[in-house]
């Protein structure tokens, strides 16, 4: 196992993320506790150290079955992390009553680490009105009072709204936790993040290695032009390869949903084999084909946006839209948009065409925002 330094830790540089947990019968709430504590033995016994989990997986239960999973182990054995769900409004008031139940829930008296959870568009002004919800405050002093060992946050926003959360509490944290892999390095700016958080001397957690399994596997063509620079490179650990190849990266988490998957990672992770300057090339290149398919070319000049009579942030809105389709739906642009009052959301464009007028990529940019409202419903 590869071992990254956080603080004078040894961290495993492979973490087990407890969000695809292997389930019963198809049911996300039904985690299969056996098949979970076999694969978190295998785990610790091949160096996995740190184990990441959330109060809404599984249905509010991945915290119960991992405490019971590491319950088996000595504390000092292994890192526990675990996060305050503030993805949902319902909850922001109640951070006083959520960090004990965890704390219950896993077993532990206390965390070695605890996240700010998917710092969004949508929850952003939440999290900084410290006045009223004092999540912030609240967590500042449970770790002064040890039940939080090192702070950090989740973030799948925006560059803008991972800046507005540094320029607020950056001088607090001590790790951020980015959806990150060769197509968000540009797809999701997470080239520009990482830059940004190393500005603030803060170390990058990856999730999302793998793009939820989109990265396993890739057509023909492009395995083989791997496959030509690295002939005994398994396809998914070329993900983990250009992570490894970031130096802020310290710790990155796979949610692993079956025993063979977990083996694979580890055998990755044995060894340390950054990719060279041709491999990584190649490995963009690829990424940069397979992002050109489907997606619009939008350089985000900002011409169109002084021609919309309806003031839309036009490349903003076709960014959300490559986002949205590369990805097959998910969550992040309908939770971005969220955030947007209704008269700035794609349904808005008057289809008056003016913005295309002027547009040097030539872009439909009215017929992409009425397919972005369609495939929204």
Known sequence: MIYRDFQGMKLSALGFGAMRLPVIAGDDSRIDEAATFKMVDTAMEQGINYYDTAWGYHGENSELVMGKALARYPRDSFYVA????????????????????QLEKLGVDYFDFYLFHNVCEMNIDAYLDDAKYGIYSYLIEQKKNGKIHHLGFSCHGSLEVLKRFLEAYGKDMEF?????NYLDWTLQDGKAKVDLLKEWNIPVWVMEPLRGGKLASLPEAYEAELKALRPDEEIP????RFLQSIPSVTMILSGMSNQEQLEKNLKTFAEDRKLNDEEMQTLLGIADKMLSVGTVPCTACH??????????????????YNEHVYSG???????ALGALPEDKR?????????????????????????DFSAKLG
């Open 82 to 101: 675990t996060k305050f769900p503030g993805y949902a409004a319902s909850n922001w008031p109640k951070v006083k009553e959520i960090f004990p139940r």
């Open 176 to 180: 951020c936790q980015l959806q990150l």
């Open 237 to 240: 650990a070329w993900a983990f």
């Open 303 to 320: 011409y169109c946006v002084s021609h919309c009579p309806m003031g839309l942030d036009i490349p903003h809105l076709i960014s959300l």
């Open 329 to 335: 739906g998910g969550f992040i642009a309908p939770m």
């Open 346 to 370: 794609p349904q808005a464009c008057l289809q008056c065409r003016s913005c295309e007028q002027v547009c040097p990529q030539q872009i439909k940019i009215s017929e992409v925002l009425a």
